[in-house]
C-alpha cells in the first residue's frame, strides 16, 4: 500500500534558523499522487499547510515552502527563517485525487519546537 | 477557516460496550472521514462516507463498526463492542470535495 516516511522528531532550532523536514513517498495505487502538508499547533486541530497536485509544482504557505520532486519521491517542507509560532506538529500526506479514493495517508508527524 | 467539532473530546469505556463518538462537520461539506491514531503511530484511514453511503473502507474499519448520518446532523462512528485494541484518538474530516479536508480536533477513547 502507500506510505510516506517523514523525519523522526523532535526537530529544534534557533529562532531565525532554516528548517528542513524530510518526507519521501511511496504510492502504488497511483504514479502521481497529491502531496499535502498538515500542522497540528499545540491546542488545535489538524490543519492544511500546504498542498501540491503536479508533479514539479512547488507550494507555499507562511514562509513554508514543498517541492514535488517525483524523481526522489520526495515532498520535504523547508523555511528558511523559524519563529516561536511555527512550532507545532508538522505532517505529510498523500492522497489519489481525482476520480480514485480521496483517503490520506499520513506519515506518523515531526515535532517541531525552538531551541530554548 | 471552517472548523469541524468532535463530541466528546475524550471517552471511557468497559470492553465490550458500545460507543458512538459524534462529529460536526463544516455545514456545506459532502464528504465526510474517520481517522484512527493510535499512540506514537501515524493517523490511518478508516472510512469516507459520500452521500449518504460508505465509498471506501479500510481493513481497520472491523465489523463492529459503522457509520452514519442520519437527517444531515451529527457525522457518527459507532463501536459495539468495544475491545482493547480499539483504544485511540478518532479524527472526523471533511471536504467539500474531492480535495482539502478539514480535520476535527480528535477524540480520545480509552477502552478498559
Known amino acids: 500500500g502507500d506510505s510516506v516516511t517523514q523525519t523522526e522528531g523532535p526537530v529544534t532550532v534557533s529562532e531565525s534558523e532554516s528548517l528542513i523536514i524530510n518526507c519521501t513517498y511511496s504510492a502504488t495505487s497511483i504514479a502521481y499522487p497529491n502531496l499535502f502538508w498538515y500542522v497540528r499547533y499545540p491546542g488545535e486541530g489538524l490543519q492544511l499547510l500546504l498542498k501540491?497536485?503536479?508533479?514539479?509544482q512547488k507550494g507555499s504557505s507562511r514562509g513554508f515552502e514543498a517541492t514535488y520532486n517525483k524523481e526522489t519521491t520526495s515532498f520535504h517542507l523547508q523555511k528558511a527563517s523559524v519563529q516561536e509560532s511555527d512550532s507545532a506538529v508538522y505532517y505529510c500526506a498523500l492522497g489519489e485525487g481525482g476520480t480514485g479514493s480521496n483517503r490520506l495517508t499520513f506519515g506518523k508527524g515531526t515535532k517541531f519546537s525552538l531551541i530554548p | 477557516g471552517p472548523k469541524v467539532l468532535q463530541i466528546p473530546s475524550h471517552q471511557i469505556i468497559d470492553m465490550g460496550q458500545m460507543v458512538t463518538l459524534n462529529c460536526d462537520p463544516v455545514?456545506?461539506?459532502?464528504?465526510f472521514y474517520w481517522y484512527k491514531q493510535i499512540l506514537g503511530q501515524q493517523m490511518e484511514f478508516l472510512v469516507n462516507f459520500y452521500n449518504g453511503k460508505v465509498m471506501e473502507k479500510s481493513k481497520l474499519f472491523k465489523d463492529q463498526f459503522s457509520v452514519e448520518r442520519p437527517d444531515g446532523s451529527y457525522f457518527t462512528l459507532k463501536i459495539q463492542p468495544t475491545a482493547l485494541e480499539d483504544s485511540a484518538v478518532y479524527f472526523c474530516a471533511s471536504s467539500p470535495d474531492r480535495d482539502e479536508q478539514y480535520f476535527g480536533p480528535g477524540t480520545r477513547l480509552t477502552v478498559l
Open positions: 501540491v497536485i503536479t508533479a514539479g
Open positions: 455545514s456545506n461539506h459532502l464528504y
